[in-house]
């Protein structure tokens, strides 16, 4: 198999372990061509065994024995289940083993200053934290009271305590276990035991859906293959970039980051792909009673191309881990009592949750200020114009949206630079080449709408809000 990924990178311009999980990636789909042939009606039991054996073959292929480090953490997890049964401790203990597992794999790399390591057992691991600590969490939420529990509690929670069988192919199911997208347990367990919908009835259905997902897939990694290495990351710091005007500085960072956020869109897409063969993201019908398969889709490509907000992206990149941290920490940070410092404290875990690089912190926690400064420009905008920039005419529509996704993508890719760059020296050669122009922007914003400039008429209206 080695040589096989070898020539594959060769071919491909990747690097081998790059080369490997992509390979891995491909590999989901004759694998869910298998289950939907041999394995969908069979006993949930012969599905876990499936999805146990397939999921360790594709994380060993990547990163080699280090997948035991996924195997320790599922048995140590599943006996605390074992002998506290659903309760807070349970939840706190996993909480405590997967993020103290997680941090040490990211202080290892960090210590050995392996910035653009290989990958490593932490890429299947960070999937893996999210599953279980959601795991024990809706299992807690399932022994509530149903008056008592939330909208999401009622969809996400269960209450029969899962064996060690179903925890294992939950864990390790082949089509999440690699780069997610996070699955819950209790979609899992509904789809084996045949109860997430009529297998007989809508079982093939969901092939052609998981096949467009593919080609879409392909035609994204198609255009970062192609396209990623014209524009490298490296280039943000290097002494050509810095003494370059600064309107040539934004517009190759808008081409730059557009470029390379293809990188992540074809990696979700081709994992969504091949879990909507298996039927898995099977999320009901639509209002034409047409069956949706988005159940876990981490994108949204048409809906993220066409947007011309901040606040867009984040609706529609990395929606499963966006919605994972929504109901396991947002929302139950409720105590802190300020919505700001809850989207504080989540967007540091997420931070944590990535690795222990300064460059992810600058890059999640630069979030909060500037979805602020949109909500508050728009805001202003609307006043002006008398109407949202999606109610005005056409020939003032055509400016104004040009210069929004602009805009969108230059204060977008000005915290993804950092997240790529990941080390303090390199980040803040780059913020300072550019004046820091994205915290600058939208403190001056922020500051000038706060002291009464542009928002004094609607103090009472957002006090009301």
Known sequence: MAAVSEAFARISGLSEPAARVLLALLSGYPLAAVYQLAILKKSPRVQHLYFILTGFALAYFCVGLTVLHVLVDVFLIYLFIFLLGPSKYTAAITWSICMSH???????????????????????????????????MDLLDGQKRIESQSQDQREYSFQRI????????????????????????????????????????????????????????????????????????????TDDFAIQPFWYKLCYIAVWGRINLTRYISVWLLTEGACMITGITYNGLDKKGGIKWDGLANVFPFSLETSYSLQAVIQFFNRSVNGWVARHVFKRLKFLGSKELSQLVTLVFISWWHGLWIGYLINFTFELPAVLAERKLQSFGKRLLGCSLSEVSLPLKVPLVTMAVFLRSVILHYPLACFMLLKWS??????????????????IWLILWYSGVFGRKEKSATKRE
């Open 162 to 237: 899962p064996s060690l069988l179903e925890i294992l192919g939950f864990s390790l199911h082949s089509g999440t276990v690699l780069v997610g997208p996070i699955l819950s347990f209790k979609r899992y367990r509904d789809f084996t035991e045949g109860t997430l919908f009529d297998q007989d009835k809508h079982g093939r259905n969901c092939i052609l859906p998981g096949l467009k997902r593919m080609c879409i897939g392909i035609a994204y990694a198609t255009v970062f293959t192609v396209l990623g290495s014209k524009v490298p990351v490296t280039y943000l710091t």
């Open 102 to 136: 997680l941090t040490y794999g990211y202080l290892k790399i960090y210590l050995d200053n392996e910035i653009h390591s290989p990958i490593s057992w932490t890429m299947t691991y960070c999937v893996l934290t999210l599953k279980l600590i959601g795991l024990t």
């Open 426 to 443: 390199d980040c803040y050669k780059f913020m300072s080449s550019v004046y820091f122009y994205g915290h600058v922007t939208c403190l």
